[in-house]
Nanobody, 115 residues
Framework: QVQLAESGGGLVQPGGSLKLSCAAS????????MGWYRQAPGNERRAVAI???????VYADSVKGRFTISRDNTENKIYLQVNSLKPEDTAVYYC?????????WGQGTQVTVSS
């Protein structure tokens, strides 16, 4: 069993930035996939930025050029740097891990973009 804990969300004005963190309770040196999803009210949960099993980052079109996913294997953490935020980025952001054919989710961290 792996626990994921997100942090770093908050209220930010349009154009602002945040850095989200996800701490895993197990090694993230290898996995099938790991990254970030988000879910806005009334919408389905969607992938935002994901590392493939080969460590290649893949981004949703809506965030390309604004969001950057990174990882620290020594700390078992991944990050999501979110820049140039827009009101439509408002959502709960979830950390996701697929490892040894099992899916794990964090509890989520709220990001609200509003003036």
């Amino acid at each position: 069993q792996v626990q994921l804990a997100e942090s770093g969300g908050g209220l930010v004005q349009p154009g602002g930035s945040l850095k989200l963190s996800c701490a895993a309770s197990a090694s993230i040196f290898s996995f099938d996939a790991m990254g970030w999803y988000r879910q806005a009210p009334g919408n389905e949960r969607r992938a935002v930025a994901i590392f493939t099993g080969l460590g290649v980052p893949v981004y949703a079109d809506s965030v390309k050029g604004r969001f950057t996913i990174s990882r620290d294997n020594t700390e078992n953490k991944i990050y999501l740097q979110v820049n140039s935020l827009k009101p439509e980025d408002t959502a709960v952001y979830y950390c996701y891990l697929k490892k040894e054919r099992r899916d794990y989710w964090g509890q989520g961290t709220q990001v609200t973009v509003s003036s």
